[in-house]
């Protein structure tokens, strides 16, 4: 297929880049961390660790794994952690010694948990100790289950003092950590002591092996494992490099990653700043926001990841006007679309735009990106990034023409091997040439720019048009007194479906017929919605801080009219 797209890759960036250069992750941390042993790799709450020092202790720990606990290749091993130092040491520790990882997010039920660990097989899971309690519900529910477990605490690769202070606070005085017993539990600090006194047996890796199964559409169904080979992942870093490579300065970079490491975006996200030496900022808790604000008031920072909610957090953070941002070079947006209002402030509070990037759990997860010299937000997802292709198909497969509104596919390196244990999901993943379905809609313009309009399951029907959820809540977003808006589609006797907004106010004053008002400045007819409820708590979110729609939908008032009607 032609791809137009690579007319306007700016200066620098490849239309191909080399996927072979790493064998596997193990092999591209082994190369980056001699290259920059002496800089630092990590910060958590003050504290750093160097390149060196994340070599050894993910080699003690890899060793430990093979030597204690006789883990072998294939095998799995879950990862309950917020973003911790503790986190690295304990993915790159898995990965060199052969295992999956299976990230696991923290906040997770005891349900959701023993899915996913049953599921995986996993064979051991390292958990930070304030969420043990659960694990300890899923080995009571599952006796039989053959589940090593490896606990640590916040502090646990502090320097002493603080180490006890910081775990002895969260314990004692703020009574973080509900009371929890494991018999066999292993301390991870104990783990990495041991495995300095053992040997690691290297293990052989090629771009084939799976490196990770990343649980993913837990919020339409049965969360499925995304295979995600070495492979892909090596790809997916080496591509998101050569974008951001033109901007970004070999060993003098300074990475904020406020998003959950467990997650694809920010783990890939690390990973790219990682291999170019740059010092990755992890932050455990951004909604606690004072201490976030804290923590970018430290030092200088280069770089930022983000979601549309999390920008919009910060910039209504009373001390954000104090964060230093003249250094910033990046500021980049995935997982939900970025709201017009907030790329405006955004760029008038920072001095530059944010850059919204595209891709899926299954596709490692970058795919469309806009580049990172662009001078405002466009409101566009971008263009296919080095090495893949990017199409939209119709509903009877065919590509479409150049703005016409399909679904968009994706085909690349980056693209998972399958999804674990599930042949038939997978193949229904896939087209028969071998295009990956988003289940995102959008179209392509002529310059091979790609638009995101919405996810296919929740576009609204109005009387036979297509109403595009985002484009309502970026219109209602508008509004000054809006905090929060979902748009979601409710049953209609005339119209097959109609438009209801959920909005949270900033301004209590705010009514339905002000804010209807302000959306016929903007929308056409069947696209205004004809019916307002507003809520008191935040609407509901993922773990990235994706507002969840069908969430919305499920707590949304029993019938529509049970809301404010247009008048």
Known sequence: MERVWLNDYPAGVPPEVNVGEFASLADLLLTTCGRFAGLAAFSSMGVQISYAE?????????????????????????????????????MFGALRAGLIVVNVNPQYTATELEHQLLDSGAAAIVVLENFAQTVQQVLQRNPALKLAVVSTEVGDMFPLFKQVLTNAVLKYVQKKVPSWRIPGAVEFNAALRAGHALSLQEVPLAPADIAFLQYTGGTTGVAKGAMLSHGNMVANVQQVSAWIGPKMAVGKETFVCPLPLYHIYALCSSLVFLKIGALNILVANPRDMPSFIHTLKQQPFTAIIGVNTLYRALLDAPGFIEVDTRSLKMANAGGMAVQRVVAQRWQQATGIPIVESYG??????????????????????????????????????????PNEVGEICLRGPQMMVGYWHLPQETALAFTREGWLRTGDMGFMDERGWFKLTDRKKDMIIVS???????????????????????????????SGEVVKIVVVRSDAALTAQTLLAHCRQHLTGYKMPKFVEFRDEPLPKSNLGKILRRLVRDGSLASPQAGEPAP
Not at 66 to 83: D, F, V, Y
Not at 364 to 373: E, R
Not at 377 to 401: H, N, R
């Open 360 to 401: 899926l759990t299954e596709t490692s997860p970058g795919a469309i990106a806009n580049p990172l010299d662009i001078q405002d937000w466009t409101g566009m997802i971008g263009m296919p990034i080095s090495s893949t292709q990017a199409c939209v198909l119709g509903e009877d497969g065919q590509p479409l023409a």
């Open 464 to 494: 036979g048009f297509k109403v595009f959820p985002n484009q309502i809540e970026d219109v209602v977003a508008l509004h000054p007194g809006v905090a929060e808006v979902a748009a979601i589609g409710v049953a209609d006797e005339r």
């Open 54 to 90: 994340l070599e050894r202790e993910s080699r003690a720990f890899a060793a430990w794994l093979q030597q204690s606990l006789a883990l072998r290749k294939g095998e799995r091993l879950a990862i309950m952690l917020p973003n911790l130092l503790q986190y690295p040491v304990a």
